[in-house]
């Protein structure tokens, strides 16, 4: 009877810390877990008993590379408990700051840690050396989303001037002005960089997912929307834990997700573009169909593509709101906090992120409740490695590890939000 078993110790280049067991008897797999041992953080347990303001602030430090995400989640929970709607010039600062965040996080993902695996490097240091060009200007274009969250958030990393309500202080448009001209230099080579990673040899792999992602009727959703489906879910945020359950599972500190029916389903770009495609910019939209994507990408490895095709929309929805800015009058409006239950979701860069929040009349927070969108993809991420090493389960064990280690990069998991990643083994039987 024949058996293998591979393990990863480490996962490299991907955000947080953990491992993959893979195990195969007589060719068949025969059980694929994500073993996420990172310690858990507690984020929820001490978020109890402070001030609602000070969430903003705190739910930041869950990720330094998508920390407006997670503030504006919380932001949106704490205004609808609140009873507040923030002003239209709130909401596109709020867009401006998160589009940043996106084109940050997603030139990380793509340049640095992802196409390193179809050009056949170790790591982005390696692949400099024969395209420095293309990871110069990656860094370039990866900074100018900083800039952007630099001017609207105070700083680039875990930004301090959003709060309940709006900003503490509204950027001029003198100050945004020298922000527009790195944007439009950025957006130029993001036209380039859909072409640069649809001509990446990519492995022929598809799945049939079932997709989830906010979506709103004229816009591409970012930071707001109802929750639909591809399979004819459409929710507000309170709904939520009427059709999504967590679960513990023994091997990873962080839960699992499904829906009630046991369908594991898939949040992040693939699922966004599948359900919002028609509501992108016309360059991205171009971009898009030049690349070859379709309607839907149902392969996991060409979402390396749509989040490209993100950082252009990203690029070109900021360069839109920035050329019809005005300053709010007042940044923010005077919050009185009342008991009650509130629910904000938005796009973080790696899918819906969710938070419920129950305060008393002084605004304490009694409950706090945050679902990463890691956290929601990882049953699904076992379950497509099951299809995907069947197919691969030929191949020598260090070769498999390698497209294992692939695999799971191509789903941009961040670990470390999950846990509040690839040992990788294989158990050949």
């Known amino acids: 009877m024949a058996e293998r078993e591979i393990l990863t110790e480490m996962l490299a280049r991907v955000e947080g810390e953990g491992a993959m067991e893979v195990r195969v008897r007589d060719g068949q797999v025969e059980d694929v877990k994500l073993r996420i041992y990172e310690p858990p953080r507690f984020f929820e347990a001490f978020l109890r008993g402070r001030h609602f303001t000070e969430v903003p602030d705190i739910t930041a430090r869950i990720c330094g590379i998508c920390p407006v995400a997670y503030q504006m989640s919380s932001i949106a929970a704490m205004e609808d408990v609140c009873g507040v709607e923030a002003a239209e010039q709130v909401h596109a600062l709020r867009r401006m700051l998160y589009c940043g965040e996106w084109v940050e996080s997603h030139a990380l993902h793509v340049f640095m840690l ?197 950082i252009l929309y990203a690029l070109d929805e900021a360069l839109r709101l920035l050329d019809a800015y005005e300053p709010p009058d007042p940044p923010a409006p005077e919050v009185i ?17 969710w938070h419920r929040y129950a305060i008393d009349d002084e605004g304490t927070i009694l409950d706090a409740r945050i679902v990463p969108p890691t956290s929601q993809n990882q049953g699904r991420i076992e379950q497509s490695l099951y299809g995907f090493v069947q197919e691969h389960v030929q191949l020598a064990d260090d070769e498999l590890r390698l497209r294992c280690e692939q695999a799971v990069r191509s789903y941009d998991p961040c670990i470390s939000c999950a846990t509040h990643f690839l040992r990788l083994e294989i158990d050949r039987a």
């Open 114 to 310: 992802h196409a390193p695996d179809f050009l056949g490097y170790a790591n982005a240091f390696e692949m400099a050396r024969d395209h420095p060009e293309v990871v110069e200007r990656a860094l370039q274009l990866k900074k100018a989303g900083n800039a952007l969250m630099r001017v609207i958030g105070g700083r680039e990393i875990h930004p301090i001037n959003p709060r309940v309500g709006g900003f503490y202080r509204a950027p001029t448009r003198a100050e945004l002005a020298p922000v527009v001209e790195e944007l439009e230099r950025a957006r130029e080579f993001a036209v380039e960089a859909v072409a640069f990673t649809a001509s990446l040899p990519c492995p022929d792999f598809e799945e049939d997912f079932v997709f989830l992602a906010l979506s709103e009727p004229d816009v591409y959703a970012i930071e707001g929307g109802r929750l639909v489906s591809s399979s004819g879910l459409d929710i507000a945020p309170s709904e939520y834990d009427e059709h999504v359950v967590e679960e513990h599972v023994e091997h990873s500190t962080a839960l699992h997700s499904r829906l009630l029916d046991g369908t594991r389903y898939l949040v992040g770009p693939l699922a966004r573009y599948a359900l919002n495609r028609d509501r992108l910019s016309p360059v991205a939209s171009e971009a898009a169909d030049a690349a070859g994507l379709g309607p839907v990408c149902r392969n996991p490895f060409r979402s390396i593509v749509v989040r490209a095709v993100e």
């Open 337 to 353: 906090p009342r008991a009650g239950v509130g629910f904000g979701w938005t796009e973080a860069p790696r899918g819906m992120l």
